[in-house]
């Protein structure tokens, strides 16, 4: 039996990439699992691989089709949650653009509409369903997992309401894990590098773009010389959310990136 066996855990933003991937996980591990996001053909295809990891237990999958940037959407999630499975234990909030559709980055002269989409999607839904869930996280001493990007502490290029988006996001866990440790609650955050996801043709990156990013950005930028899969970052999600393994762990940013925010670009060589 493992220690999600009958835990009830929502993760947001499940229907592509890092949060299907964990969703799928702990499915896998025995917790009951909501997922979510705003696509119901992609959500169908989550919904049915939570199920088989499930063993085949419908029963144990619930999902909800909501945009998380419309308040009733996040109230109707952790509703609908409790009312099916009657507790909540683990909130996992990683549903999250680089920018607003219809434009291709965050950069700073974007119109103020798209930095409040982005600020909204990235850091104000997080305390809308924060806000709802929290009253139940106290009766399980349950935990909260965000889903942040190493880009809170690095500048990338063109992408500045997406970097301040997860910077505040950074903040709010820190602050959070404080106010919530009296409850019993943990509060950390994930920060990956570069994941192989949509996230990417979200921000109009074509394929042919992403792979030539891989051979000449990632590669010789991140000392394990890859871009991470979803699954690599639902094993330290999980990690985080096991109140066995990690009790003694909260506030941190706990960043998987294969070590891409240590290292400096190469030094040039010298000529012989
Ligand atoms: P994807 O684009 O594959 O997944 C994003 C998810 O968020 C989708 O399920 C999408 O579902 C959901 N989503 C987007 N907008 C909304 C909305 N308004 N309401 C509800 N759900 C929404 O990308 P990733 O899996 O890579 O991204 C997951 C998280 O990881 C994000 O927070 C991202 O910032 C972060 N991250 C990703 C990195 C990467 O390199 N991939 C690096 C660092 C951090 P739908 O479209 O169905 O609504």
Redesign the pocket.
């Known amino acids: 039996m493992t220690y999600f066996e009958g835990k009830v855990v929502i993760v947001?933003?499940?229907?592509?990439?890092?949060?299907r991937a964990t969703a799928e996980l702990f499915a896998k591990r025995g917790a009951k699992v909501t997922i979510?996001?705003?696509?119901a053909e992609?959500?169908e295809i989550t919904r049915q691989l939570c199920e088989k990891a499930a063993g085949g237990n419908a029963d144990k999958v619930l999902s909800i089709i909501?945009?998380?940037?419309k308040e009733e959407d996040t109230k109707r999630i952790i509703a609908e949650t409790v009312n099916k499975f009657g507790q909540l234990d683990v909130l996992v909030n990683?549903?999250?653009?680089?920018t607003m559709p219809g434009y291709q980055d965050s950069h700073f002269s974007r119109p103020l509409e798209v930095f409040d989409y982005v600020m909204n999607?990235?850091a104000r839904s997080l305390i809308a369903l924060d806000q709802e869930a929290i009253p139940h996280l106290k009766k399980t001493k349950g935990n909260i997992v965000n889903?942040?990007?190493?880009?809170a502490f690095k500048a990338f290029p063109s992408m500045a309401y997406y970097c301040m988006a997860?910077a505040a996001t950074d903040q709010l866990n820190r602050v959070l894990a404080i106010d919530l440790a009296k409850e019993g609650i943990r509060v950390n955050n994930i920060n990956?590098?570069?994941?192989r996801?949509?996230?990417s043709a979200?921000n109009g990156v074509s394929d042919a773009a992403r792979d030539w990013l891989e051979e000449n950005w990632v590669k010789p930028n991140c000392p394990l010389g890859r871009?991470a899969t979803?699954e690599e970052m639902a094993t330290v999600i999980a990690f985080l959310a096991n109140n066995d393994e990690a009790r003694f762990v909260t506030g941190q940013l706990l960043v998987a990136d294969g070590g891409a925010s240590i290292s400096s670009p190469p030094l040039p060589t010298q000529a012989s």
């Open positions: 947001t933003g499940s229907s592509t990439g890092i949060g979510t996001g705003r696509s992609s959500l909501a945009d998380v940037t990683n549903a999250g653009a680089g999607l990235n889903v942040s990007s190493i880009g997860k990956p590098g570069p994941v996801t949509d996230f979200r871009s979803p």
